[in-house]
């Protein structure tokens, strides 16, 4: 009988083999340390995935590159990209608007993004839903929720708004008479959550970028917001949720398997976590498998052939240990496991299922 229990897996041997050599190079600094893997190993290269692939997630608000992006785009065999940059605040949708659809209508989608800096006005939540229908109808195809809310916007009583602020309400229920869905990020890393010590596995990110490290009494728990978020996902059935970087929790496949069994309107994506979801490539394999309906296609990252073909490579092949850091900066130095997922799943990845969301999209332009 094998008993299981699912613990942290901590990498003291790697730490004690670290400070073994860093006693030795004592002038060392670990962030000079690069080392290089004297593995011998496949390597795959994907020039383009097995199945057209829309990637869901992305920002492509550098409007002058939009061309760019497209060739990037046909290089990759990357069908349609979803930008996230619609923003409300001065109509800038409608510039991405315009510009995206001049290049191609097809091939370019534009989520809009609510101007939460409004939220103190009265009526806030039927203003911006009215806004958002006038959106969708010039073109917008979605709305996008960026990670500030719960965490760092405050109204005038000096509070962090919830993401379950009964004000926000009608954009979501908005979103579900449109038939068009939220793409939410909420939250973050746990190791942004946790202090910035030599404990912390994202030290090398938050290094270069102090400003993502949201522990304190400032900011609200990690789990509290991802609970807010829970009960939005749960008041507004008729609206479909997209998780953003594997429902903001993919060092916990488990609670992310709970949510979808329990919220028939959720669904993730795998954007920016290669680093999260490699290291655990068996369990990750099986979690596709099974939820081989829910997950959806996005990468964070403004498109580049050769982000995309990380992706592949993971996604496709059984090719081992092997840095996804290429495909998004700030990673950490993990190196992650091809996947080989089953031809049927990756066609649901890499398309059918973001074509289902998109599909049920009610307006007729
Ligand atoms: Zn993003």
């Known amino acids: 009988m094998r008993s299981v229990h699912r613990v942290s897996i901590c990498p003291l041997m790697t730490l004690l083999f670290a400070l073994a050599y860093a006693a030795q190079v004592p002038d060392l600094k670990l962030d000079d340390w690069q080392p290089r893997s004297q593995m011998v190993g496949e390597q795959t290269v994907i020039l383009k995935p097995k199945f057209p692939v829309i990637d869901i997630h992305n920002h492509l608000g550098d409007l002058d590159k ?15 990209c979803v930008s996230l940059d619609g923003k409300s605040a001065g109509d800038f949708y409608k510039e991405h608007l315009r510009v995206s659809h001049a290049v191609s209508k097809d091939r370019f989608l534009i989520f809009f993004r609510p101007d939460f800096s409004r939220i103190d006005e009265p009526n806030f939540g039927e203003t911006e839903a009215r806004r ?19 965490l760092t916007i405050h109204d005038k009583s000096g509070q962090v708004v919830p993401v379950d602020d009964p004000r926000i309400d009608p954009i979501w229920a908005k979103c579900g008479d449109l038939g068009i869905s939220v793409m939410i990020h909420v939250s973050d890393p746990k190791a942004f959550f946790t202090p910035n010590d030599r404990f912390n596995e994202r030290i090398d990110a938050l290094g270069l970028q102090p400003n993502w490290s949201f522990y304190g009494d400032r900011f609200p728990a990690k789990e509290e917001i991802l609970e807010q978020r829970n009960r939005v996902i749960a008041r507004h059935p008729e609206t479909t949720f997209i998780g953003t970087h ?10 992310v398997a709970n949510w ?56 496709e092949t ?3 240990y092997f840095d996804p850091n290429p495909a998004h900066p700030y990673q950490g130095r993990w190196m992650v496991y091809g996947l080989f997922l089953p031809d049927q799943v990756l066609e649901k990845i890499y398309n059918k299922n973001a074509l289902k969301i998109l599909g049920t999209f009610k307006g007729n332009n």
């Open 66 to 80: 939009t061309k760019h992006y497209l060739a990037e785009m046909d290089k990759a065999g990357v069908w349609k």
């Open 260 to 315: 979808l069994d329990v919220y028939p309107n959720f669904y993730i994506d795998i954007d920016a976590r290669m680093g999260e979801l490699g290291r655990q490539p068996y369990t990750t394999r099986k979690f596709m498998i099974k939820y081989q309906d829910r997950i959806l296609f996005g990468t964070d990252t403004p498109p580049s052939a050769d982000s995309y073909r990380v992706y592949y490579r993971f996604l």
């Open 318 to 320: 059984d090719d081992e």
């Open 246 to 255: 594997f429902g903001n929790l993919p060092e916990e496949l488990d609670q």
């Open 132 to 150: 958002l229908e006038e959106a969708v109808h010039l073109g917008v195809r979605g709305l996008k929720i960026a990670k500030s809310l719960g």
